[in-house]
């Protein structure tokens, strides 16, 4: 058995200052109270009218100062920076498992009017035994490229790996939630800011192989790697644990590209003249034709791949 789903997804609007000012139209700009209404409509089929309203409390563990909240499913976050609303949207775990949301047109609306603050997406899984990856945590038997901790209750064990911005929780979500399946594993991203962000890019790219890019998170972002127990003192040699080459046989390759900054392009810029002067001093002016045309060449058909 191996399921996945989206788990917690919070974002806000691109330019609700815009929408709500005046200055910015030309004709007369809504009330924040209309533009909820025509919102939550557009996004979650659910009148405003239906949402109940909260002030200066704690709703699915998110503080606010006022807004609306749907069951506890649906969250509507509002706070005032210099007199200017800041709302915030939130549907979390139950959202996704108890109401019937039109998931294809949230996302859509998502993508095209709002930015993503921080997502979670959970893989529930049977094929993975909790009880081995606990005994090579506890005995070191695990390679990570991030901060490792666990956590016992009474019912259930958690790994974490990392921390901030990104962190993987595996733990036994079959005892926890007192599922069906005692032994279903639950690995689960949780994200925020720009990670958030990177992970939704490559989620609507292919929203069907949810599974494939968790694991592939799971194996690149955290390279988690579950080991078996040998007397080698350097855990990286171990051999890798077979269930776990098993579980990411499928996973989904993953990179982050990260922006360059003015000033390293420049410097590569200056690498790169100073590199085809010399080659310009030692070649001869047949050679050098020959190699400028070879770069030509290449880029331009690189170019041409990118646009296509």
Known sequence: METSQLHTLRFYPKDLNRILNPRYSHIAAPTLEEYLTKTTANLFQIPLSDFAPVEKTTIAKRRIQSGYTYRNMLLIGISYFKGEPRVNFEVNGSAFDHL???????????????????????LDTTAVPFAQLWKCFRNSSVTSNAKRRC?????????????????????????????????????????????????????RADEADLSALIKGHVKS???????????DP??????????????????????????????????????????????ARQASPEELQGIMEALNSRFLNRSLEAIN
Request: neutral net charge; aromatic residues 16%.
């Open 221 to 231: 972002t955290f390279d988690v790697n579950f080991r078996r127990i040998t007397k």
């Open 234 to 279: 350097n855990v990286s040699r171990r051999p890798t644990l077979p269930v776990w080459e098993r579980f990411l046989a499928d996973s989904k390759e993953t990179y982050k590209r990260y922006s360059t900054k003015p000033s390293q392009v420049k410097n590569l810029m200056d690498c790169t003249i100073a590199y085809m002067e010399r080659i």
């Open 100 to 122: 019937q949301l039109d998931l294809d047109q949230l996302f859509a609306a998502v993508s095209s009017g709002f930015v993503i603050t921080e997502i979670h997406a959970a």
């Open 151 to 203: 956590d016992y209750e009474s019912t259930s064990k958690t790994l974490y790996f990392g921390c901030n911005d990104k962190v993987l929780c595996v733990y036994e979500s079959g005892l926890y939630h007192d599922l069906q399946e005692r032994d279903t594993v639950r690995f689960e991203l949780r994200y925020t800011g720009e990670q958030a962000r990177y992970f939704w890019e490559h989620f």
